[in-house]
């Protein structure tokens, strides 16, 4: 059965730092590329960064460019957000998911989902 669990959200000062994680199973993290999403209340999803399955390569949304860094631990199999400088807008509930696609920036792209994990940002 196909899983993914995220963690490490938790509440954030601006400026800080905070790294989340998505663990799979149930299928080879090396064989998908891993993207996350979040969801601010009354928003829709909005894509924040993926990594391919092949050689690493990254996307990210322009708002988080620079701040946030996605990796992956294909012997963990887990995925890694990490979050520096975070602002108030970041604030939303972080998901995580698996596709055969290349890196998509598209929600139905994702064929497995987590079920979140909150970041709040506030001093």
């Known amino acids: 059965q196909v899983q993914l669990v995220e963690s490490g959200g938790g509440l954030v000062q601006p400026g800080g730092s905070l790294r989340l994680s998505c663990a799979a199973s149930?299928?080879?993290?090396?064989?998908?590329?891993i993207g996350w999403f979040r969801q601010a209340p009354d928003k829709e999803r909005e894509f924040v960064a993926a990594?391919?399955?092949?050689?690493?390569?990254?996307r990210y949304a322009d708002s988080v460019k620079g701040r946030f860094t996605i990796s992956r631990d294909n012997a963990k199999n887990t995925v890694y957000l990490q979050m520096n400088s975070p602002k108030p807008e970041d604030t939303a509930i972080y998901f995580c998911a698996s596709s055969t696609r290349d890196r998509p920036a598209i929600a139905w792209m994702y064929d497995a989902w987590g079920q979140g994990t909150q970041v709040t940002v506030s001093s």
């Open positions: 990594i391919s399955w092949l050689r690493n390569m990254t």
């Open positions: 149930g299928f080879a993290l090396d064989k998908s590329a």
